[in-house]
């Protein structure tokens, strides 16, 4: 594998959403230091109950599937598997939202990402716009 190809793998555990005390837009996840993205403002996030879940979370490793305890706080996270020493990421839990298309009715599934998008809906077509 090249340095440029790196293992990882994604945690089970996301952070709880949040919106920003300023323009009451949904914060983009994670803790610590952040800012949000319509607005502008800094916002220092912290939520130990998340933190202590990413400590105590149970990671497969990617390479021999040894299963190990994170012991990390914060996400993204380093690890090397204490088995066969293959250095991998435990990459950030990506919230999804479902939601369902004003035309059919169809339920749709994506990423959750602060701001406005405009969605295609992939039964029936028609365009519009979700805010989170």
Do not use: Y
């Not at 190809?5 to 323009?23: G, H, K």
């Not at 990506?94 to 406005?116: F, M, V, Y």
């Amino acid at each position: 594998m090249s340095e440029e190809e790196s293992l990882f793998t994604q945690s089970r555990i996301s952070p709880p959403d949040l919106t920003c005390p300023r323009c009451d837009n949904l914060l983009p996840s994670g803790l610590g230091e952040l800012i949000c993205i319509m607005c502008n403002a800094e916002v220092k996030i912290e939520h130990e109950v998340t933190r202590r879940k990413w400590r105590e979370e149970r990671i497969g490793c990617p390479e021999c599937s040894k299963v190990l305890i994170c012991g990390v706080d914060k996400r993204p996270a380093n690890l090397k598997c204490s088995s066969c020493e293959t250095s991998f990421e435990v990459k950030a839990l990506k919230p999804k939202a479902e939601i369902d298309c004003p035309s059919c009715n169809r339920q749709l599934r994506l990423n959750k990402a602060p701001g406005t998008r405009e969605i295609t809906c992939p039964a029936c077509e028609i365009e519009f716009k979700i805010s989170f």
